[in-house]
């Protein structure tokens, strides 16, 4: 399974994906902005989502694009309030 991973931060990105490689999915990229995320969209088929984001809380609006093309998003964040974030976007 191609999975793309949408994180500002390497530690949390590495965390996320070495898990994905030992599972033997292929870790198409790690974009950390809205523009990265949609330039490596076309490649995924399941994409894990950080809410927060470098160029602001982009990741319900990475979501709900991403799942208009068919990508299963799975939303991730260390922040209990960014929850409610997520849960205004479509679930995929």
Request: aromatic residues 6%.
């Amino acid at each position: 399974m191609n999975i793309l991973i949408v994180e500002d931060q390497w530690l949390l990105s590495s965390a996320v994906e070495e898990p994905v490689l030992s599972l033997g999915h292929e870790a198409i990229g790690t974009a950390t902005t809205a523009k990265e995320a949609y330039e490596l969209a076309d490649k995924a088929e399941v994409a894990f989502v950080d809410i927060n984001l470098i160029d602001g809380a982009t990741g319900p609006e990475i979501g709900r694009r991403l799942a208009a093309d068919g990508v299963t998003v799975v939303f991730m964040t260390g922040y209990r309030n960014s929850l409610a974030q997520a849960s205004m976007a479509p679930s995929g």
